[in-house]
């Protein structure tokens, strides 16, 4: 079956980076939409980024330019660079992929149908 399992949260001071990978099984890795997202507490979950098997990416407008989202196809991995953190990038980051190889995906949830447990990411100031 599915299986998405993200690591490399942490806590880190505000101007840090961290890289979070999404370690993907029991599908087709190669050909699969992917994103990442997150939730603090007491909000919506929101869009990050995501990455289509062709390796065009799309960017939640106010993210783009400090995250980066790469996948590697030979390890199934998904990944998330995250560089000048903000206090206000605290949250729980999740990694989803979509339904079918080949569908197209973006910021919207509805457009995953696989999701993670998710990584704790802290920013402190």
């Known amino acids: 079956q599915v299986q998405l399992v993200e690591s490399g949260g942490g806590s880190v001071q505000s101007g840090g980076s961290l890289r979070l990978s999404c370690a993907a099984s029991?599908?087709?890795?190669?050909?699969?939409?992917m994103g990442w997202f997150r939730q603090a507490p007491g909000k919506e979950r929101e869009a990050v980024a995501s990455i289509r098997s062709d390796y065009s990416t799309t960017y939640a407008a106010s993210l783009k330019g400090r995250f980066t989202i790469s996948r590697d196809n030979e390890k199934y991995t998904l990944y998330l660079q995250m560089n000048s953190l903000k206090p206000e990038d605290t949250a729980m980051y999740y990694c989803a992929a979509a339904a079918e190889p080949g569908a197209w995906c973006g910021l919207r949830k509805n457009e995953y149908a696989h999701w993670g447990q998710g990584t704790q990411v802290t920013v402190s100031s």
């Open positions: 029991g599908f087709s890795y190669r050909s699969v939409c």
